[in-house]
Nanobody, 119 residues
């Protein structure tokens, strides 16, 4: 199973970006999908997660600004990032808890996409 993320880049403060991450491979089903971020010298942190039935969870720092969604038919998770702040600058990683074929419950990470918020 592979996760491929798209949509990072450079944006001015107050701007928006939309990240997407598609899972491919021997997938039976995907439970939780999510986004995490990491800056140099710090641990990877939760940004947002979404279950297969659409229940969401957000870090306090992004509530009201970011929206996570998913398309189960496409095995894809999205992160709409609005009102971006310089402190949102990080590498963003997508994550998926996948039930593979043959049946195993495994955790996968994408390679990460850089988001830079700067004027």
């Amino acid at each position: 199973v592979q996760l491929q993320a798209f949509g990072g880049g450079l944006v001015q403060p107050g701007g928006s970006l939309r990240l997407s991450c598609a899972a491919s491979g021997s997938i039976f089903a995907i439970n939780i999908m999510g986004w995490y971020c990491q800056v140099p010298g710090k641990q990877r942190e939760l940004v947002a997660t979404i279950t297969s039935d659409g229940s969401t969870n957000y870090a306090d720092s992004v509530k009201g600004r970011f929206t996570i969604s998913r398309d189960n038919a496409k095995n894809t998770v999205y992160l709409q990032m609005n009102s971006l702040k310089p402190e949102d600058t990080a590498v963003y990683y997508c994550n998926a808890e996948v039930i593979t074929v043959p049946i195993r419950n495994m955790d996968f990470w994408g390679k990460g996409t850089q988001v830079t918020v700067s004027s």
